[in-house]
């Protein structure tokens, strides 16, 4: 996730951190694979596609904004250890907060058909979040105010 939104009219680092967020999910949805079996391992399958999707999407764009897509790491390091399934799930929904996170500062970085496909994709890692979870948060992609809205 960036330190914030991109200044305004220049989305290109917004949409290098959501790349970089992608990039990321894609290796922890390596890890999660992994880790489940059943339908959460199909679940796993299908975000891991999503995801490279995006990638590959958001690779054009910031060729189309003027940018050389940043590369993605040969690895990363997991945010605690995952061996089990539960842990997989655990996973799963923070990497979903975090592409949320990446995606909510390049709505905000950016208008038009740009923007509508961030929302798009905020909204698609909300709604993987919260079936990972089992319970959504209340404002996806800003978690101060996912935060406060718990407290209330």
Known sequence: MSDGPSPEGNPLPAAQAALAAEHAAAYGY????????????????EAYGGHLARRDSLA??????????RAAEAA??????????????RLAAEIEDRV????????????????????????????????????????????ERSDRAKQS
């Open 30 to 45: 390596g890890v999660i694979g992994a880790r489940t079996t059943g339908a959460r391992a199909t679940q796993a399958r």
């Open 76 to 89: 990363y390091a997991l945010p605690f250890e995952v061996r089990t399934p539960a842990e997989a799930e």
């Open 60 to 69: 054009r764009t910031v060729r189309e904004l003027g940018g050389t897509p």
């Open 100 to 143: 949320a996170g990446a995606y909510s500062d390049l709505v905000r970085a950016s208008q038009g058909k740009l923007r509508r496909e961030a929302a798009d994709a905020l909204s698609a890692a909300a709604v993987r979040a919260a079936r990972w979870r089992g319970v959504g948060v209340a404002f996806p992609g800003l978690p």
